[in-house]
T-cell receptor, first 113, second 112 residues
Framework: DAGVIQSPRHEVTEMGQEVTLRCKPI?????LFWYRQTMMRGLELLIY????????DSGMPEDRFSAKMPNASFSTLKIQPSEPRDSAVYFC???????????FGDGTRLSIL | GDSVTQMEGPVTLSEEAFLTINCTYT??????LFWYVQYPGEGLQLLLK???ADDKGSNKGFEATYRKETTSFHLEKGSVQVSDSAVYFC???????????WGAGTKLIIKP
C-alpha cells in the first residue's frame, strides 16, 4: 500500500519567494495533519483537517502560512512570503477519523536563504 | 495541560547492549501511549503503543509497559543493533482526541 506522499523532498529558495508543499494522504484516511520539525522547537502541529475541513489551525505561525485541502487525496501548505526562520522539515500525516496512529510522509526539507 | 518528558540524548551504546529510554507523562484523563521512531531522512513511524494501564506494547524486539502508578512508558530492547540508530519519540493521546502530545525525542546511536 502506498504511504503518505509528500513533494518536493527538498526545497531551497530565497527569502520572499512563495513556497508550496504538497501532500497525498493514504487512500481512505479522512484526517490530515501538517507538522513542522526543528531542532529548537521539536515537532509542532500546524493544522489538522478532518473530511477536508480545517478543524484546528491554532498552530499556524502567522498569516504567511496557509493550508488547503481541496479534496480527500490532496493538500497543500503554502508560505508567502518565505523567511529564513521558516527553514525546517515539514511533515504531512494522515489517519482514519483522527484516531491514532498517524502515518507520516518522509517530509519536505525546506531551506530559505 | 498534558505533557511528555523523555530522557535527553544522544544515547550511545555498543551493539548488543541493553537499551532503556525513559518516558514519563502527565495527563488529566486516561491516555493512550505511543513510541514512534524516525530513521535518518525519513518520517516518523509508529513503533508500538499501549492503550490502558499495564498493557505492554511490543514490536521489532522493542517493548514498553504502560505504568499508571509511575506515569511512565519506558522503551526497552534487550540487544540493540546498528540499524536501531534513530530518533525515538514518546507521545500520548487522550481518548478520542486527534492531538498527539510529543516528547522532545531521544537520539540513539549504536556503535558496532
Amino acid at each position: 500500500d502506498a504511504g503518505v506522499i509528500q513533494s518536493p523532498r527538498h526545497e531551497v529558495t530565497e527569502m520572499g519567494q512563495e513556497v508550496t508543499l504538497r501532500c497525498k494522504p493514504i487512500s481512505g484516511h479522512n484526517s490530515l495533519f501538517w507538522y513542522r520539525q526543528t531542532m529548537m522547537r521539536g515537532l509542532e502541529l500546524l493544522i489538522y483537517f478532518n473530511n477536508n475541513v480545517p478543524i484546528d489551525d491554532s498552530g499556524m505561525p502567522e498569516d504567511r502560512f496557509s493550508a488547503k485541502m481541496p479534496n480527500a487525496s490532496f493538500s497543500t501548505l503554502k508560505i508567502q512570503p518565505s523567511e529564513p526562520r521558516d527553514s525546517a522539515v515539514y511533515f504531512c500525516a494522515s489517519s482514519l477519523s483522527g484516531v491514532q496512529p498517524q502515518h507520516f510522509g518522509d517530509g519536505t526539507r525546506l531551506s530559505i536563504l | 495541560g498534558d505533557s511528555v518528558t523523555q530522557m535527553e540524548g544522544p544515547v550511545t551504546l555498543s551493539e548488543e547492549a541493553f537499551l532503556t529510554i525513559n518516558c514519563t507523562y502527565t495527563a488529566t484523563g486516561y491516555p493512550s501511549l505511543f513510541w514512534y521512531v524516525q530513521y535518518p531522512g525519513e518520517g516518523l513511524q509508529l513503533l508500538l503503543k499501549a492503550t490502558k494501564a499495564d498493557d505492554k506494547g511490543s514490536n521489532k524486539g522493542f517493548e514498553a509497559t504502560y505504568r499508571k502508578e509511575t506515569t511512565s512508558f519506558h522503551l526497552e530492547k534487550g540487544s540493540v543493533q546498528v540499524s536501531d540508530s534513530a530518533v525515538y519519540f514518546c507521545a500520548l493521546s487522550e481518548d478520542s482526541n486527534y492531538q498527539l502530545i510529543w516528547g522532545a525525542g531521544t537520539k540513539l546511536i549504536i556503535k558496532p
